[in-house]
Structure formats: structure tokens, C-alpha cells
């Protein structure tokens, strides 16, 4: 069982900025992706931005340019910085990771998708 702490978020004006970051608990198996997605009222959740152990970073068309995310495999960390931030980024983020288990000798293995619980971001006009 992995855990996700998050912190960071809360209330920014529009055109600011916030970082969130996120760390996994301990694990012995390895955590292959990293990244955010939000929930706005109403909507879907939705991809923000992953970045996988290998260092390749994914962006939804919506804030390519504005988001950046990285990751600390030492740590098991992964942060993303919110620049030039908009009312229609203000949503519940949450951290997720997917978790490759090796099963046996073979290198038989599945992946396991894990949730933080969410983080309030918020950005007034």
C-alpha cells in the first residue's frame, strides 16, 4: 500500500502562482508515473500533468506553457509549479502515481494506481 501526501494549493488571484507537491510513501516496488490531475464542480477529473521515472513530462493543452512539473525519484516527490494561474484553473487537485509490482523471477508484473486526497486550488478574478 503506497500513501500520497499532498500540500500546497489555496487562494491565489488570477495571474499568480502556487506550487503543490506531493510525496509517496515508502514502496519496494517501483513508482513508474507521477503527476496531477483536478476536479472542478461539475466537470470530470482531468489530466494536469505526469511525469514518469524516466523523466518524460506530459501537459494537457491547458496549461502547457503555464505548468511545470518535476519529480525527486530519490525522494518520491513530485511538484508542480502553477504560473500565470486563471479562475478556470481553480479545481481540487490530486496527486496520483502508478506503481509497477514484479511478482515473480520472470519479471511477470502489474501496475496499481494510487489517489491522494486532494488539495483545494482557487484562483479569484
Known amino acids: 500500500q503506497v500513501q500520497l501526501v499532498e500540500s500546497g494549493g489555496g487562494l491565489v488571484q488570477a495571474g499568480g502562482s502556487l506550487s503543490l507537491s506531493c510525496a509517496a510513501s515508502r514502496t519496494r516496488s517501483s513508482i513508474k508515473v507521477m503527476g496531477w490531475y483536478r476536479q472542478a464542480p461539475g466537470k470530470q477529473r482531468e489530466l494536469v500533468a505526469t511525469v514518469t521515472s524516466d523523466g518524460v513530462t506530459n501537459y494537457s493543452d491547458s496549461v502547457l506553457g503555464r505548468f511545470t512539473i518535476s519529480r525527486d525519484n530519490a525522494e518520491n516527490t513530485v511538484t508542480l509549479r502553477m504560473n500565470s494561474l486563471k479562475p478556470d484553473d481553480t479545481a481540487i487537485y490530486y496527486c496520483?502515481?502508478?506503481?509497477?509490482?514484479?511478482?515473480?523471477?520472470?519479471?511477470?508484473?502489474?501496475?496499481?494506481?494510487?489517489w491522494g486526497q486532494g488539495t483545494q486550488v482557487t484562483v479569484s478574478s
Open positions: 496520483h502515481a502508478t506503481i509497477r509490482v514484479v511478482v515473480n523471477v520472470e519479471g511477470a508484473y502489474f501496475d496499481r494506481d494510487y
